[in-house]
């Protein structure tokens, strides 16, 4: 299996970025929001709860992706790249897929502040994240994540870049690109198939 780790700030694309390469390849779509969205509905968000349940269902769909027939999965993650936990975290998520006999790639998405936060009141992003409707919140949000952690690579070495280094990885700048172009750079840069039954029917919106 094909692991494809899609990480960068807050409404860079990256679900709408995987979206389309899910289109492309035949591979399936693995975001961030899909454990978030339904543990959130239970347990607040950073509750001991909520981040034990998600940790977890994260965990295990991509242990159970790894083993099962699947061409690729991509999954999508706001990665604090000084943050030695989260690190830790995409590690064992690669080690699963590896030890699979399997291989990971890493793409990494970046865009301008202005336009994210566009992006962050999308249609698309909104019917898929739930928890993003309250605009406000979710500025706020954004916002803050910008401010705390450092959440692309090209600036002052993270503790990241060691393991960045390690694996393909392809560093993208969305800010002017639709899903659909990302998707085929990512493509072209890791030599993936594609699959004409699965390509884009239709423009996915950039959120």
């Known amino acids: 299996m094909e692991l494809v780790i899609v990480f960068g700030p807050a409404a860079v694309g990256k679900m709408t970025v995987g979206h389309a390469l899910c289109e492309l390849t035949g591979f399936k779509l693995f975001h961030n929001h899909a454990t978030i969205e339904p543990v959130l509905g239970v347990f607040p968000f950073g509750s001991e709860p909520f981040v034990r349940l998600v940790s977890e269902f994260r965990r295990r769909v991509i ?3 790894a083993t099962a027939d699947l061409p690729g999965l991509v999954f999508t993650f706001v990665w604090g790249l000084d943050d030695a936990d989260e690190i830790d975290v995409i590690a064992s998520y ?3 897929a590896e030890s ?4 990971a790639h890493l793409v990494e998405l970046y865009a ?5 936060l566009a992006r962050n009141a999308t249609e698309f992003r909104l019917a898929q994240k739930a928890s993003k409707r309250d605009l406000d919140r979710s500025r706020t949000n954004l916002l803050a994540l910008d401010a705390e ?3 692309n690579t090209g600036g002052t070495r993270t503790k990241a870049e060691d393991l960045i280094e ?3 990885h392809v560093r993208i700048d969305n800010t002017s690109l639709t899903p659909q172009e990302a998707a085929e750079q990512i493509v072209e840069a890791f030599g993936f198939g594609t699959n004409a039954q699965h390509s884009p ?3 996915i919106p950039p959120t």
């Not at 301008?112 to 994210?116: A, P, S």
Request: charged letters at 40%.
């Open 63 to 65: 242990e159970e992706a």
């Open 94 to 96: 690669i080690e699963i």
């Open 100 to 103: 699979a006999g399997g291989r």
């Open 112 to 116: 301008d502040q202005e336009e994210r």
């Open 149 to 151: 952690y450092t959440l």
């Open 166 to 168: 390690q694996h393909d």
């Open 201 to 203: 029917s239709r423009p």
